[in-house]
């Protein structure tokens, strides 16, 4: 089970401790769903998720495959919207990226985060990590689809602009694994 990285309270701890995100099985899923609306509705109500994970939630730049559409956008359009997104099964890896951050190793997000600086990242920032989050890809024997979207976050909470953060992820994308 991942750590959270933004400050919960009591209450929410034991919410995230009740709620199955790698889930195995339909049953696991279905005694995550009551918890993950809870957690979520107090997280929302307490304006705690930072907002650049807010953001690649309701913004479409952020959601470069989503046709100009936000991925709360693509709930809505199919059906399910205002607090029925908190408890929708496909809502639970949004939820524990507003808690824990980008799903990558905590040694590969610590050195991509120093390498980054702390300032706006460039398109040409971008290029010169990329060889780095690649490497990443193959020395951990991440799955480079799932890598690139969680790259792809990790870049836009360092600063980079949407469009160059996908040119990220469609690079580490194109990984093969040997």
């Known amino acids: 089970m991942r ?3 933004i400050p919960l ?3 929410e701890q034991t919410l995230f401790k009740e709620i199955c995100f790698d ?3 339909h049953e ?3 005694g995550s769903l009551a918890p993950m609306e809870a957690l979520a ?3 929302l109500g307490r304006d705690i998720v930072p907002e650049v994970r807010m953001a690649y939630f309701t913004v479409p730049e952020f959601n470069p495959t989503g046709r100009g559409k936000s991925r ?8 399910t919207s205002g607090a029925e997104i908190l408890r929708h099964p496909h809502f ?3 939820l524990e990226y507003f808690i824990c951050g980008p799903d990558l190793p905590t040694a590969a997000i610590e050195k991509f985060r120093r390498e980054a600086g702390s300032s706006y990242l460039t398109g040409s920032d971008i290029v010169e990590l990329g060889p780095y989050a690649r490497s990443c890809v193959r020395q951990y024997r991440l799955h480079p689809h799932h890598a690139s979207e ?3 976050k990790l870049a836009v909470e360092c600063g980079a602009n949407p469009s160059f953060a996908d040119n990220l992820r469609k690079s580490i994308r194109a990984v093969k694994l040997t």
């Open 3 to 5: 750590e959270p990285d």
């Open 9 to 11: 309270t009591a209450e």
């Open 23 to 25: 889930w195995r099985n």
């Open 28 to 30: 696991e899923l279905r």
């Open 41 to 43: 509705s107090s997280l």
């Open 72 to 79: 709360q956008e693509i709930f809505e359009k199919n059906g």
């Open 92 to 94: 639970l890896k949004h």
């Open 150 to 152: 969680e790259f792809f």
